[in-house]
């Protein structure tokens, strides 16, 4: 069965540095998403992207993000400058033309210390 | 705008009893609605969906919901639960027909099967 797969399972990095967290989306999927998930709360919308542009990004989305799609497997979700409360699962999930139906990778947890 | 309520922080619960986890949703437009759940230290797994048609849907692992639109609700039912069900159950809405299909969720209900 296709998955979504995300690398790295775990990041820690330091404050101000930036990090790329990657996920390689179902194969014939079109729209791509990211969420996070901070300890202990919820799982919050991040952005959407479709057709190599983004679609829809939530508040918490400002200038530290970033997505591409560098080619045809990966997307990727780059922080340019970490914060403290940067820390979080963050999940990559797609979904198919339907679009209705998303399909989440197992997360990548990262750490900013 | 859409939110999700689930009530219930935390479920504890004795194998083989059933159980039921409540969702309830505000919504201005018609949702689909999702359940996910979340073993320790995993991703987000999709157990069930309302799409539309039949009101009573199953998923997997012996789940089912049912959807009630006057009651704005989506509860999560389970007739005997197992040691292994204990995780993270998540109710989630996307507006129907909405640009991208966002998901909102709810905070999320622990399910804690004690044998």
């Known amino acids: 069965e296709p998955e979504v797969t995300q690398t790295p399972s775990h990041q820690v990095t330091q404050m101000g540095q930036e990090v790329i967290l990657r996920c390689v989306p179902i194969?014939?999927?079109?729209?791509f998403y990211w969420y996070r998930q901070i300890l202990g709360q919820k799982v919050e919308f991040l952005v959407s992207f479709y057709n190599n542009e983004i679609s829809e990004k939530s508040e918490i989305f400002d200038d530290q993000f970033s997505v591409e799609r560098p080619d045809g497997s990966n997307f990727t979700l780059k922080i340019r400058s970490t914060k403290l409360e940067d820390s979080a699962m963050y999940f990559c999930?797609?979904?198919?033309?339907?679009?209705?139906?998303?399909?989440f990778g197992p997360g990548t947890r990262l750490l900013v210390l | 705008a859409q939110s999700v309520t689930q009530l219930d922080s935390q479920v504890p619960v004795f194998e083989e009893a059933p159980v039921e986890l409540r969702c309830n949703y505000s919504?201005?437009?018609?949702?689909?609605l999702f359940w996910y759940v979340q073993y320790p230290n995993q991703g987000l797994q999709l157990l069930l969906k309302y799409l539309s048609g039949s009101t009573l849907v199953k998923g997997i692992n012996g789940f089912e919901a049912e959807f009630n639109k006057s009651q704005t609700s989506f509860h999560l039912r389970k007739p005997s639960v197992h040691i292994s069900d204990t995780a993270e159950y998540f109710c989630?809405?996307?507006?129907?027909?909405?640009?991208?299909?966002?998901?909102?969720f709810g905070t999320g209900t622990l399910l804690a099967v004690q044998p």
């Open positions: 999930a797609s979904s198919d033309w339907g679009k209705e139906t998303q399909y």
């Open positions: 919504s201005s437009v018609s949702v689909y």
């Open positions: 989630a809405v996307t507006p129907y027909g909405g640009a991208t299909n966002k998901l909102i």
């Open positions: 194969s014939n999927h079109l729209y």
